[in-house]
């Protein structure tokens, strides 16, 4: 299977959340053994802002999220630089006006 390319340059304010997934495991006197989850236990995503002045663009962009349906991940560098199989299960896409368009949408490093 042939992965997509998500091309779609977004707006320059970005920032990229990280989590660490933890096991916590409480003994005694209140000491915690913490351990990693997973080999890949850092969950990265990166909220995402587009506003376009086609709004054909924001149409094609919630095009090629639902197609891939929060399911199938796709190609994207990130502003950060990170490269990877990206996932996207959530966005919104709205009208401004009659010229302006935007989309927002969080897009999920696929540790898989």
Same mark, same amino acid.
């Given at each position: ?52 002045? $086609?709004?054909? %663009?924001? *149409?094609? =962009? &919630? #095009? ?24 996207? $299960?959530?966005? %919104?896409? *709205?009208? =401004? &006006? #009659? ?14």
């Amino acid at each position: 299977m042939t992965l997509q390319t998500f091309s779609w340059i977004p707006d320059n304010k970005q920032s990229e959340k990280a989590k660490a997934r933890v096991r916590k495991t409480p003994f005694a006197k209140g000491f915690v053994q913490r351990a990693r989850d997973g080999l890949n236990n850092i969950d990265r995503s990166i909220p995402l802002s587009f506003t376009v002045r $086609e709004l054909t %663009e924001v *149409s094609a =962009i &919630n #095009a090629f999220l639902t197609a891939h349906g929060g399911v199938t991940p796709f190609l994207w560098t990130s502003p950060t630089g990170q490269a990877g199989k990206w996932i996207c $299960e959530e966005w %919104e896409a *709205s009208r =401004i &006006n #009659a010229v302006y368009g935007s989309l927002t949408a969080t897009f999920t490093l696929d540790s898989l």
